[in-house]
T-cell receptor
Framework: DVKVTQSSRYLVKRTGEKVFLECVQD?????MFWYRQDPGLGLRLIYF???????EKGDIPEGYSVSREKKERFSLILESASTNQTSMYLC?????????????FGSGTRLTVV | KQEVTQIPAALSVPEGENLVLNCSFT??????LQWFRQDPGKGLTSLLL?????REQTSGRLNASLDKSSGRSTLYIAASQPGDSATYLC??????????????FGKGTHLIIQP
């Protein structure tokens, strides 16, 4: 089974800190994604990546950046954390080579910015 | 812009009942549709994936249908059990290439199965 692993389940950070959220997948998937999930707003796409060193903005990229130096790892960076970035963050991956495969999600990182 | 709506937002039924969760989307030009389950505080678990050319998919007690032309999908759960209690999310995938990939999600149906 494909595994998408998010390194932290819970994080508490202070306003203004630089925050790194890490995601690793073990199935050589080309596409990786970062979403955030908020009550009443559902899941929203922040950034995604088609390949190493490639990145594309999603629907809500403001305040975030990403890094993909290796195919299996996709990092979400909060350059200067703010309280409105308190949320559940979900990483996902998908392959381009298997038509009938869907998205696989990690178990999420609950980030609280105080 | 694609919008996905799930009805009802919440549902509570006694154990053993068959039930239907509804999902509608505004743009029928989708690549596929995926149903997920989310337990409280956890990530998403994929339940069923339906390609745009397919009409339905089945897995155990779950059956998902897709009517792309009318922009609708349903998730049918047979003989519901308390362990089915969770939030169910519907998501449509935009056509890959030539722009943003990714899924557009509905806000989910929060399901409670009463023992």
């Amino acid at each position: 089974d494909v595994k998408v692993t998010q390194s932290s389940r819970y994080l508490v950070k202070r306003t203004g800190e630089k925050v790194f959220l890490e995601c690793v997948q073990d199935m050589d998937h080309e596409n990786m994604f970062w979403y955030r999930q908020d009550p009443g707003l559902g899941l929203r796409l922040i950034y995604f990546s088609y390949d190493v060193k490639m990145k594309e903005k999603g629907d809500i990229p403001e305040g975030y950046s990403v890094s993909r130096e290796k195919k299996e790892r996709f990092s979400l960076i909060l350059e200067s954390a703010s309280t409105n970035q308190t949320s559940m963050y979900l990483c996902a991956s998908i392959t381009l080579t298997q038509y009938n495969y869907g998205y696989t999600f990690g178990s999420g990182t609950r980030l609280t910015v105080v | 812009k694609q919008e996905v709506t799930q009805i009802p937002a919440a549902l509570s039924v006694p154990e053993g009942e068959n039930l239907v969760l509804n999902c509608s989307f505004t743009d029928s030009a989708i690549y596929n549709l995926q149903w997920f389950r989310q337990d409280p505080g956890k990530g998403l678990t994929s339940l069923l994936l339906i390609q745009s050319s397919q009409r339905e998919q089945t897995s155990g007690r779950l059956n998902a249908s897709l009517d792309k032309s009318s922009g609708r999908s349903t998730l049918y759960i047979a003989a519901s059990q308390p362990g089915d209690s969770a939030t169910y999310l519907c998501a449509v995938r935009r056509r890959p290439g030539g722009g943003a990939d990714g899924l557009t999600f509905g806000k989910g149906t929060h399901l409670i199965i009463q023992p």
